[in-house]
């Protein structure tokens, strides 16, 4: 009997031991009244004719302990003290106790994921690494005000204070999304329903870099396939970040969910960002307010043509871009800016030629995933523009072999240095600073552009201090491409496009941004004057045969996008400006 007795109380402790101990409460509180009615009733009959009215006065005891009697009979007055403290003990102290426990069950169970959350068309994140708090961050600068759920081993205190001090960083408040941090598994059913994840509009599934890349993508995967099973509109985005190109491959590969399921491979995007710092002077600085919510950034429009949409809005630069149109604008309430009749500049501009033909010479520093995706970049600008490109790398970060390539190159007008991706992060950046110090007195002599690539944005002010001409912050691009296409999956393939350059056919003719030397690239005398930034535009566009869009001026170092009422903005262009194009 003992040991049934001692089993039940086992499982049921396991089971739902706040039940137990509630039942428990209850049951020795009778079993005290019980005991203390008749205890009563036994004592003094006078007071109590039958024991259903000593029941009555000692349940007054219980529940009051104002109830006791100093007429009474000694042994009663005691009785009913022994179980009035007992009972602030047991009973009141033991409800306390027990609803202040039920309490902090749920505020512990809300922050491990397993209450269920109601919303809809918000954000969910899976995972946490180094890009996670740029990327909330991103959210919170945004004019409309965001929900996001994350599930990760990252507590809510650790990661609330690394996006405060991300924010600090950046020196901006956050005021634009509510933000719920779970510790739980993203492989866990119950955490992603309680997430919402079925009613979530994006899904973003981060890269643990805390394993190697094969084993990273599988964890991915494995997410990104629970994820699917769970979601039940095609509406849904889910966007996974891969460190292999077979991974983003397999993704791509999937009928099923084809234009739905976004794979994000930084080592590719960014080697054909860092290509272009390399070809094309000053556009990091275009790149960098395009992929942020900090000035112009693409939007989608209801879908016309590129040259209708031109003529009929006054305060955006339109796109038209396999089969949707997009536009660079300040906001989206731009987008709503139409004139009352179409516009088109009647004035003709003669171009030129803009690529002048001569060759670069660069030399790379620096291990890095990011190397076959910016030598294949490299090639495919050869074989469009017909320009040369002579570029070298040296992997090995020990002075020795830095010296002998800076001694071995003669002719060095790049020096790029790429931060290897494969270092721990108390360690990332490591190489890029140590190469910096070697070669920053070489570079200064010689006069050679200087190009750094870095992932933890705390060193980007340690590099601008080496006269260095473009500071590039890998994790800081990926966090903005993905806070964009969370927002429009569409913008994935038009940023796929803009980086990556055509192989020289007319067939895959795809625009790219490029920024032009105003005298190399108009036959005009400067300074030229424009009534207005639409003016210029719309003129540029039909003198080029319908193929090149004015995007913004780059005047004494200073790259100014055009936003805002286009028609009522006047441009002058001098000769040493260059102009930021989309060009085909």
């Not at 690394?162 to 960083?169: G, H, S, T």
């Not at 956050?174 to 899904?203: C, N």
């Not at 396999?322 to 171009?351: D, I, M, N, W």
């Not at 291990?367 to 790398?393: C, M, N, Q, V």
Request: hydrophobic share 45%.
């Amino acid at each position: 009997m003992f040991h049934a007795i001692r089993k039940w109380l086992s499982v049921q402790s396991a089971k739902n031991a706040h039940l137990l101990i509630l039942l428990g409460i209850i049951a020795f509180n009778v079993l005290l009244w019980l005991t203390a009615s008749l205890v009563a009733y036994l004592i003094d009959e006078g007071d109590f004719p039958n024991y259903g009215a000593a029941l009555a006065r000692s349940i007054a005891w219980l529940l009051d302990p104002g109830t006791y009697d100093a007429t009474t009979p000694f042994a009663v007055r005691l009785t009913s003290v022994i179980v009035i403290v007992t009972a602030m003990v047991t009973f009141s102290g033991g409800i306390i106790a027990y609803v202040a426990s039920v309490f902090s069950s749920i505020i512990e169970n809300s922050k491990k994921g397993r209450g269920k959350l109601y919303l809809d068309d918000h954000i969910v994140i899976l995972n946490w690494n180094s890009e996670a708090p740029e990327l909330i961050c991103d959210f919170g600068f945004r004019d409309d005000k965001e929900d996001i759920v994350v599930i990760s081993d990252v507590d809510n205190e650790a990661a609330q204070r690394q996006i405060k001090n991300k924010a600090f960083e950046k020196g901006k408040r956050l005021t634009r999304f509510d933000l719920i941090v779970r510790t739980g598994s993203v492989f866990s059913e119950a955490a992603l329903d309680a997430a919402g994840v079925k009613d979530a509009r994006t899904v973003i599934i981060l890269r643990d870099e805390g394993i190697p890349g094969e084993d990273a993508d599988i964890l991915s995967l494995k997410a990104m396939m629970m994820v699917l099973s769970m979601i039940r509109r095609k509406e849904e985005t889910v966007i996974i970040e891969v460190a292999r190109k077979e991974t983003a491959d397999v993704i791509r590969a999937d009928a099923t969910h084809h234009g739905q399921v976004i794979p994000i491979l930084a080592g590719e995007l960014m080697g054909h960002l860092i290509a272009q710092t390399i070809l094309v002077p000053k556009i990091n600085d275009a790149y960098s307010e395009i992929f942020s919510y900090e000035g112009a950034e693409f939007y989608e429009l209801p879908f016309r043509p590129e040259d209708e949409a031109l003529g009929l809005y006054s305060s955006l630069i339109p796109v038209e871009e396999k089969g949707h149109t997009f536009a660079l604008a300040e906001g989206q309430k731009e987008l709503s800016k139409k004139r009352k009749k179409p516009y088109a500049s009647a004035r003709k501009l003669v171009l030129k030629e803009p690529l002048t033909g001569e060759g670069r010479h660069v030399v790379v520093f620096g291990k890095s995933s990011k190397r076959p995706y910016l030598e294949e970049s490299i090639r495919l600008f050869s074989l469009d523009s017909g320009e040369k490109t002579d570029i070298a790398f040296v992997e090995e970060a020990d002075p020795s072999a830095i010296r002998k390539a800076l001694s071995d190159l003669s002719g060095i007008d790049t020096i790029l240095i790429l931060s290897d991706d494969s270092l721990p992060e108390e360690r990332l950046d490591s190489n890029v600073l140590f190469t910096l110090l070697l070669i920053k007195d070489l570079a200064k002599e010689k006069k050679i552009k200087v190009i750094v690539e870095i992932l933890n944005q705390r060193h980007q002010e340690i590099a601008q201090k080496y006269d260095v001409e473009n500071v590039i912050v890998s994790t800081t691009y990926i966090s903005h491409m993905i806070t964009q296409i969370s927002e429009n999956r569409n913008l994935f393939p038009l940023f796929e496009d803009l980086l990556t350059y055509d192989d020289g056919t007319n067939e895959n003719a795809s625009y790219e941004i490029y920024t032009y030397g105003a005298k190399e690239f108009l036959e005009a005398t400067f300074p030229l004057a424009f009534a207005s930034i639409s003016e210029f535009v719309s003129a540029l566009y039909l003198s080029s045969d319908k193929r090149i869009l004015g995007l913004g001026v780059i005047h004494e170092g200073k790259t100014c996008l055009f936003k805002g009422d286009l028609d009522k903005k006047p441009l002058t262009i001098e000769e040493d400006d260059r102009l930021v194009v989309i060009d085909k």
